[in-house]
């Protein structure tokens, strides 16, 4: 059974410009997370998706934003990019909502943002 | 939020039972505690979860405190590959997400 999977793996943008980096979610699963990871730092909470919709948010700016597809897959958007967006992106994906529910973690996207 | 305390490393001798620990006091009664870890910026990894009752896969055992404010992960026979940063987590209720804290690097060593 192929796991999360994340595309592009890596990715270098200019500072200012809009970047969208994608998802697909284990089959079967309908929540998808998404995590930045700035280097030497921890993984902070940026969005939570389940059955379409968004469903909490983490502590960052609007140009932060993101969509679910019909098909469960998701895409990450980020917009006006910074230098301090640089960083790791993960996504993950759960079976059900609800607090009994392990999430399974792609490898993630590097974005280097100069 | 539950917050999660760890202990920022530790190391193991190959071939020998990791153990570690994890504090978590403010846990509400019905938070699940997990175990994720964390090779060289790959993507978190899960290991095990559990409410109140120790639990124990493939991979862990993860022994929960009666008053469930403290977990210990334990790794029975660590090996190299084992070296990784393990986070210990509290779910967040409905909300469903994770918080991720620092984490153990746990360093395994021949």
């Known amino acids: 059974e192929a796991g999360v999977t994340q595309s592009p793996t890596h990715l270098i943008k200019t500072r200012g410009q809009q970047v969208t980096l994608r998802c697909s979610p284990i089959s079967g699963h309908t929540s998808v997370y998404w995590y930045q990871q700035a280097l030497g730092l921890g993984l902070q909470f940026l969005l939570w998706?389940?059955?379409?919709?968004?469903?909490n948010r983490g502590n960052f700016p609007p140009r932060f934003s993101g969509r679910q597809f019909p098909n469960y897959s998701s895409e990450l958007n980020v917009n006006a990019l910074e230098l301090e967006d640089s960083a790791l992106y993960l996504c993950?994906?759960?079976?059900?909502?609800?607090?009994?529910?392990?999430?399974?973690f792609g490898q993630g996207t590097r974005l280097t943002v100069v | 939020d539950a917050k999660t305390t760890q202990p920022p490393s530790m190391d193991c001798a190959e071939g020998r039972a990791a153990n570690l620990p994890c504090n978590h006091s403010?846990?509400?009664?019905?938070?699940?505690v997990y175990w994720y870890r964390q090779i060289h910026s790959q993507g978190p990894q899960y290991i095990i979860h559990?409410?109140?009752n120790n639990e124990t896969n493939e991979m862990a055992s993860l022994i929960i405190t009666e008053d469930r404010k403290s977990s210990t992960l334990i790794l029975p026979h660590a090996t190299l590959r084992d070296t990784a940063v393990y986070y210990c987590?509290?779910?967040?209720?409905?909300?469903?997400?994770?918080?991720f804290g620092t984490g153990t690097l746990l360093a395994v060593q021949p």
């Open positions: 559990g409410l109140k």
């Open positions: 403010t846990i509400s009664g019905n938070e699940y």
């Open positions: 998706y389940d059955e379409g919709e968004e469903r």
């Open positions: 987590i509290v779910s967040i209720g409905a909300t469903n997400k994770l918080i």
């Open positions: 993950a994906s759960s079976l059900r909502t609800g607090m009994d529910t392990e999430a399974f």
